[in-house]
């Protein structure tokens, strides 16, 4: 039996998430060392979207995971965990406190980053854009440098830049030679 047909008889054609029978697909679930029934779900078209694009996430189509994160299945269990954790509203971090993963399970839901502190941290500059570490950016204001007694000019150009972990809007970049933090809202990725 192939792999597809596994999963389509262990979902009885249905995404294992939503319940939905349109534009069926299987779902990896990474990270994949070897292709197998056990990693991976049946997914319908909006699922399958959501869970590789979470820009595109809509909340109320996830609230399917109040049922789907009682699965037996441990891979629909990563997967309504990791949704679950990446919606981060009230009503999910409700569901994820009623939550039980074995350690074994748990460890494998973490190991793209979801839910690690730091990791799922996105720097958005003024216009909105993910601003990544290395890159660089312009300001877009004057800036008063507090401490190094200059003005960082609107237009200068901050070359190799460092995200700061724990506060999506700060950066950190070299003006002038000397190290400052910048306020994401005062620049935009060039």
Known sequence: MSLEQEIQERSGGKCEMCGDTNGLKVYDIPPIEIRTANKAIHACETCYEQIDNPDVMEENHWRCLNDSMWSEIDAVKVISWRMLTRLNTSW???????????????????ATGEGIEGMDVKHRDSNGVVISQGD???L???LDVKGAGFTAKRGTAVRNVNLVNDNPEHIEGKV???RIVILTQFVKKS
Do not use: F, P, R, S
């Open 92 to 110: 999910t971090q409700n569901l994820l406190d009623m939550m039980y993963l074995e350690d074994d399970i748990l460890k494998w839901a973490k």
């Open 136 to 138: 660089t950016v312009v």
């Open 140 to 142: 877009i204001k004057d």
């Open 176 to 178: 002038n030679g000397q």
